[in-house]
């Protein structure tokens, strides 16, 4: 199984697409991701990695991640 989250409306919706990811961490422990979408700026910003949600993200990380809009995932691995 896998979490999939998706966050329209804050100021820093990166911020609040990680907290939700770390309430669905059940729901995948291989890898997170967010990518977010800045209106003003019209670009996409990415960030992803392996483990856990609170290791792939870093307050810095998390900050360069701008935009009222942010889809979120944790996945989990299958074989």
């Not at 670009?43 to 991640?65: E, I």
């Amino acid at each position: 199984m896998c979490g999939i989250v998706g966050i329209w409306g804050p100021e820093q919706a990166s911020k609040e697409c990680y907290q939700a990811l770390l309430v669905l961490q059940h729901r995948g422990q291989d890898a997170a991701g967010i990518l977010s979408f800045d209106q003003e700026q019209r670009r996409f910003f990415m960030h992803k990695g392996l483990g856990l949600t609170d290791q792939v993200f870093t307050k810095d990380s998390l900050d360069k991640l701008s935009g009222n809009t942010a889809v979120g995932h944790v996945r989990y691995t299958t074989v």
